[in-house]
């Protein structure tokens, strides 16, 4: 009985369980499926029209739906104002007008790469002779406003024509590349289809005549304004054999596209490592001698840069021929009658005669059209660093640093993974003489039409994108020179600029790592070059590698240091190519590695200190102790010093510390068993001098007031009687004194990080000894006050601080002189002949005064 009422109980309760969470779920649908209606608010009810279209409302929100095209729908397609969007295409995607030179050459480019592929399984599309040749040609004519660029490349048929060039972003190279997939890699430019569009930017019309291996030749003609016409060339142009040529009529104010010393510097800016020969029609002014145009009448050109053709100028080079003759005949005359006059002149020959025996033949100018070829520079960052040659290198380098030297050291490699990219960089001998002045400020943008400045260039497929992008390297290794070159970068539409991805912090990672090792690389070669140990002498480098770092020091140093203050994820590995000079090394720079070698043992810390130069920092009475127990103290000297060793808290373990700041740490581990008890001796006997001379340093203090945190007895000095310290966090001396010199230096933000001073005494020194005896013996002593505010002030300017009083300073140092001397005669004018002048003054007017009050009664 028991055991059956257990069972119903819980069965009962199971029941009322299951209703709860029933309910529950019930009430939570309520509560999300249609809200509530407050019924008390404005007299509504839960049940009016308003709350029904409310839960409708509710119920179409919900995210369920079907993406389907309903039966009997109609179709329509976006339409756009064609003319409209060819102006927004023009005007809004491209920023310079400069590079519809660049989308077109690169299309053209891009057409030879297709005929070249092609050519691989059938050599017949190339044709025979001249058709054959895969180049661009450049030619133009200001006078008339055109441009003329011709390729020989794959051409394009009448279909192709209507594709490409008459559908907005439709590129014929996407449609090859699908094509080709299986092919290989062909690494081709174009792939938006909105390239050929920027000619827009500078032609009011364009001509288009194109021929596709074994088609006919097709002129394809539009001014961009919504329309455009392909009719079949009837002879209107020459044969193309294949190929593509662009006839680009320049609006009105854009002659200088036409112009050749423009054309020229744009081709060799964007296009100067395109795969294929590029070239110029270009004009010369040469001198032709008579005979020889006399003699190649037939190929001489008139003004106009075109062959003689004309009988007009047949007639004319006939005429010029006959003169030339003529004249040649005069001259062989003279030349016979000087020659017999010399025969019985003996050796003596006339001033004139030798003139005119000297005399040159007959020359006319004449402008000579020929074809220059512009792209002479080969991108040398494709190929394998064991197959290119030194020279090879610095004309390279030269080339694209503007530089007259050759490089100083050289970066190639290829870098494979997320992202592939070739790269090729050049560490400069020297700094450019503004360097350092342009690494402070942003980088000001590339005017249109400027030359490129030297630096980093980035490429895409050999075409060139921008020479500023700032993402691809730190500020403190601009002054690398080369290129970089991908084929995955994610460019914009209008391929001027780098649309921010991850890919650019992975290509700039690798940059600045390679860049690193390479300046590391020559570091290790001095350091092995300088070793002293003579076994490996063999694989010791020689020459100018163990001079190299030492060059770029001197040069790009600051711009390492820079590095230190900007770059965290590097600091470390730049920490160990900083070079200093120090106490023990005061000629030869040396690392921080250098140092760590030399520590004494139990040394526990790398001392420094800074100021304006090397003979200042030697002499400084921070340093004389420790230098003489034989400690090395590094040497800084140039202003980004103290910034760097702000951010280099540490060195392998070893701690920095600037011995011109208070609690510097200047006892070495004591070695042996007994070095507890004789650290516990040095600590008793150092607190039993500090009591003994508590009566001073407290007397010194009060005296002093606010001027310093405190007088305390010095572990740092031998010679000298005291100085004045920093706080541990405050600025020290040196960073004072640069941070006044900043043009936008705020007093008050100065005055905050300064910090408390530290006044410090030599208790072995005869001048602390001496004033200590005075003082127990009279603390007012006029003296010992006086000898101790100069003391202080000799102090503060010995250790890199300003004078808080520096007149108070010179009138007790005239004192002094004056005392030594044994002078008491006062100066005329002085305080004493003034109290004199002062009295006498005062009896006078006192007379004037009574004067008056009688005159007055």
Not at 342 to 352: A, I, L, P, R, T
Request: aromatic fraction near 8%.
């Amino acid at each position: 009985m028991t055991r059956t009422a257990i069972l119903l109980l819980a069965g009962l309760c199971l029941a009322c369980l299951a209703a709860g969470i029933a309910a529950a779920d019930e009430a939570a649908a309520d509560m999300t499926g249609s809200p509530k209606v407050n019924e008390d608010v404005a007299g509504s009810s839960g049940t009016d029209a308003a709350a029904a279209e409310r839960e409708t409302m509710g119920k179409m929100s919900s995210p369920g739906f079907q993406r389907k095209i309903r039966d009997g729908a109609k179709k329509f397609e976006f339409q756009a104002e064609v003319n409209r969007l060819m102006d927004i295409l023009i005007h809004s995607l491209y920023s310079h007008k400069d590079i519809f030179l660049r989308e077109l050459i690169s299309n053209a480019s891009d057409a030879l790469d297709k005929i070249r592929f092609l050519s691989l399984t059938d050599k017949s599309v190339l044709g025979e002779g001249s058709t054959a040749v895969m180049d661009i040609r450049i030619w133009a004519d200001k006078a008339s406003r055109q441009l003329f660029i011709r390729d020989r490349g794959i051409g394009m048929t009448q279909e192709d024509l209507v594709k490409n060039l008459g559908t907005i972003a439709k590129s014929g190279t996407s449609a090859f590349l699908e094509q080709m997939q299986k092919g290989g890699d062909m690494n081709l430019i174009g792939q938006f289809g909105v390239g050929f569009y920027s000619v827009y930017l500078v032609a009011d019309w364009v001509e288009v005549v194109s021929k596709a291996p074994g088609g006919k030749q097709y002129i394809w003609a539009s001014g961009a304004d919504g329309q455009f016409t392909v009719s079949e060339d009837e002879g209107e142009n020459e044969d193309l054999g294949r190929g593509t040529l662009i006839k680009i009529h320049l609006k009105e104010g854009e002659e200088e596209y036409a112009d050749e010393a423009r054309l020229k510097a744009l081709v060799t800016k964007y296009s100067e490592f395109i795969n294929f020969p590029i070239y110029l029609q270009a004009t010369t002014e040469k001198e032709v001698p008579v005979e020889e145009k006399a003699a190649d009448g037939d190929h001489a050109t008139t003004e106009k840069e075109v062959p003689v053709e004309e009988e007009a100028a047949d007639e004319k080079s006939e005429k010029e021929s006959e003169e030339a003759e003529k004249e040649s005949e005069k001259e062989e005359d003279e030349e016979s009658e000087k020659d017999e006059k010399e025969d019985d002149e003996g050796d003596v020959v006339d001033e004139e005669d030798e003139e005119e025996e000297e005399k040159k033949p007959k020359t006319v100018k004449q402008n000579v059209t020929e074809w220059e070829h512009l792209n002479d520079n080969k991108a040398i960052w494709l190929r394998k660093a064991k197959d290119i040659s030194e020279e090879e290198y610095n004309k390279f380098y030269k080339a694209v640093s503007k530089d007259y030297d050759d490089a100083l050291n050289r970066i190639h490699f290829k870098a494979e993974g997320d992202v592939e990219f070739k790269a090729l960089l050049f560490i400069p001998k020297r700094a450019p003489w503004d360097f350092y002045d342009n690494i402070q400020r942003a980088k000001p943008k590339a005017t249109p039409g400027g030359t490129a400045s030297a630096g980093l260039k980035l490429y895409v497929r050999r075409v060139f994108i921008s020479d500023d992008v700032d993402e691809l390297l730190p500020r403190y290794l601009s002054f690398l020179r080369g290129v970089v070159d991908s084929d995955s970068l994610p460019l914009n539409v209008n391929r001027e600029m780098l649309q921010h991805h991850a890919s650019l912090r992975t290509i700039k990672k690798k940059l600045v790592r390679k860049a690193l090792d390479a300046i590391k690389k020559m570091a290790d070669d001095e350091a092995a070059c300088n070793a002293d140990d003579s076994s490996d002498d063999a694989e010791k480098p020689t020459g100018d590698a163990c001079k190299a770092f030492g060059t770029f020091w001197k040069e790009f140093g600051r711009a390492l240091k820079l590095g230190v203050l900007e770059d965290d994820n590097n600091r470390g590995r730049l920490a160990k190519l900083l070079r200093f000079y120090t106490s023990k090394s005061p000629k030869e720079l040396t690392s921080l590695s250098g140092y760590v070698s030399r520590m004494k043992p139990g040394q526990k810390t790398i001392y420094w200190i800074a100021g304006m130069s090397q003979d200042e920092v030697a002499r400084s009475p921070f340093a004389e102790k420790l230098v003489a127990e034989g400690y090395e103290v590094m040497y800084l000297t140039d202003v980004l010093d103290e910034y760097v060793m702000q951010q280099l808290t540490e060195f392998e373990d070893f701690k920095f510390a600037n011995i011109a700041k208070e609690d510097v740490d200047t006892t070495a581990e004591a070695e042996g068993e007994d070095k507890e008890a004789a650290a516990k001796a040095k600590k008793e006997a150092a607190k039993a001098l500090k009591e003994s001379f508590k009566p001073l340093t407290s007397w010194w203090k009060d005296l002093l007031g606010s001027k310093v945190a405190g007088v305390k007895l010095s572990k740092r000095l031998s010679s000298t009687p005291c100085v004045v310290v920093a706080s541990k966090w405050g600025q020290s001396a040196n960073m004072e004194r640069i941070m006044k010199a900043s043009a936008f230096n705020d007093p008050s933000r100065a005055a905050m990080m300064r910090g408390q001073r530290t006044l410090e005494i030599n208790p072995d020194h005869p001048l602390i000894a001496g004033l200590k005896d005075k003082v127990v013996a009279d603390k007012d002593d006029t003296t010992a006050k006086d000898t101790a505010a100069l003391l202080y002030e000799t102090a503060l300017l010995e250790s890199g601080f300003e004078s808080d009083d520096p007149k108070g300073f010179t009138q007790r140092m005239y004192e002094l002189i004056k005392g030594q001397l044994g002078v008491t005669a006062e100066l005329p004018g002085s305080s004493s002949s003034k109290g004199e002048d002062t009295a006498a003054a005062a009896e006078d007017d006192t007379a004037e005064d009574a004067d008056s009050d009688k005159l007055e009664l």
